[in-house]
């Protein structure tokens, strides 16, 4: 079971942060990945971390504003979301090895 948190409503420029704390079993053995979806839209690819946290990806979108970490002691991936935009509001979810949390969402206002 995935859970989000920290989504919220905050204007441009802000920031926040995104937590997806894992129950039932543990995420340290699999790559993680953030997605958003905006209303009427697919749901988009954000982030993706590897296992050990070594390496991480990114949209073109948020290169450079986003941040994917994890820490597999506390069985938790982050997002810090820093210099939102407006076209960053979405319902943003966390996945790993097929397993979709229920999402948390985020709005940025102009």
């Known amino acids: 079971h995935l859970e989000e948190s920290g989504g919220g409503l905050v204007q441009a420029g802000g920031s926040l942060r995104l937590s997806c704390a894992a129950s039932?079993?543990?995420?340290?053995?699999?790559?993680m990945g953030w997605f958003r979806q905006a209303p009427g839209n697919e749901r988009d690819f954000v982030a993706a971390?590897?296992?050990?946290?070594?390496?991480?990806f990114y949209a073109n979108s948020v290169k450079g504003r986003f941040t994917i970490s994890r820490d597999n002691a506390k069985n938790t991936v982050y997002l810090q979301m820093n210099s939102l935009k407006p076209e960053d509001t979405a319902v943003y979810y966390c996945?790993?090895?097929?397993?979709w949390g229920q999402g948390t969402q985020v709005t940025v206002s102009s």
């Open positions: 039932g079993g543990t995420i340290s053995y699999y790559h």
């Open positions: 971390i590897t296992w050990g946290g070594d390496t991480t």
């Open positions: 996945e790993g090895l097929g397993v």
